[in-house]
Every structure is written in structure tokens, then in C-alpha cells.
């Protein structure tokens, strides 16, 4: 069965006057958009490795996950606020906008740095809002796809890149 395209919308960010580094996604799935929640996908790796780098596991309630990335230093959103997409693919994605990045960074000074949930995170927020940032001061990294499309990459070695979050936060104590 095809699905049809329609436009899909992200969610607010999850960030406090906490945050200092932002993970961002491209757009929420459609599990994650039933949900109500980010990574809601089962086979998304993301709160695996969260669990790993905070404890932030999926043992723990969604609410429980987002309070302990919080103490961390940690918030989430995505590149996009709304596309057309069928299914849940990045590659899928069209009729890209933004997210309003300029407002979320003079409203959180304290974040430093960005960290792309994947390449199509990653293309949207350099095609889309770096133009508009202006003064960009943050480190932009870019960190492996936790989605299920990505399965190219064994678990243990995610993880080992994602230490790279852990460490940017280490490093701004």
C-alpha cells in the first residue's frame, strides 16, 4: 500500500536554560509522530545510545528519558518544521522549512554545540538556516543516522561516535 504525500510537522524543542549541546533530527517518523515523541521507533537506536552516554535508556519513561538529558546539558529538535513526506524515509523528504533557529539560539545562549542526527539533518540546517545565522559560534558535527534505515553501522560503533556528545559536554564544565 502507497502512502500519500502529505505535510508532516516536527515538534517543539526540548531544551531548558540547561542545554548546551542540541541534537538534531531531520523530521520525526511517522511511529514518532503517533507517538508523540522523538525516536519512538523501536529499532531506533537513539535512546540505546543515550542510555549508554547518560542513562537515558528506554527502561526509563519518555518523560524520565527527556529529565535526565535535561540535567545533562542535552536538547533535542529538528532541522525541518515541516515537509511532505511518504513514510518515514529522509530520502523521501520534500517542500522543505526550517526551523527557526535564530530565535532558539538567542533564547538558549548557553548551547555551543549542534550535533546532526544524519546527513539529512545535517544538509537541511547548512541549506536552510546556517544561511540565516548571524553569527554562527557553534561547533557543527556531524554523528551517525540512529535510524533503523542505517544499519550499515554495528551499535558499538555508533556509540563510539556518539561519545562525541558526552565529550563536548565534559569539555564545557
Known amino acids: 500500500m502507497k502512502s500519500s504525500l502529505r505535510v508532516v510537522y516536527s515538534f517543539p524543542p526540548v531544551v531548558s536554560r540547561n542545554s548546551k549541546i542540541l541534537i538534531l533530527g531531520s523530521m520525526p517518523g511517522e511511529v514518532s509522530l503517533k507517538a508523540h515523541q522523538y525516536y519512538a521507533h523501536p529499532r531506533n537506536a537513539f535512546w540505546r545510545i543515550m542510555d549508554e552516554l547518560f542513562g537515558a535508556g528506554p527502561s526509563l519513561s519518555y518523560q524520565e528519558r527527556l ?75 556531524r554523528l551517525p543516522s540512529s535510524s533503523p534505515a542505517h544499519a550499515g553501522m554495528a551499535f558499538d560503533n555508533k556509540v563510539e561516535r556518539w561519545r562525541a556528545v558526552a565529550n563536548a559536554l565534559s569539555q564545557d564544565l
Open 67 to 141: 529529565t535526565v538529558l535535561d540535567h545533562a546539558g542535552v536538547a533535542l529538535w529538528d532541522s525541518l518544521r515541516a515537509c511532505t513526506r511518504p513514510g518515514s524515509l529522509d530520502s523521501a523528504i520534500r517542500d522543505e522549512q526550517a526551523n527557526d533557529f535564530v530565535t532558539l539560539f538567542v533564547s538558549f545562549p548557553r548551547i555551543t554545540h549542534v550535533f546532526f542526527n544524519g546527513a539529512k539533518s545535517e544538509a537541511a540546517f547548512r541549506r536552510h538556516v546556517l544561511p540565516t545565522l548571524p553569527d554562527p559560534k557553534h561547533a557543527f558535527v
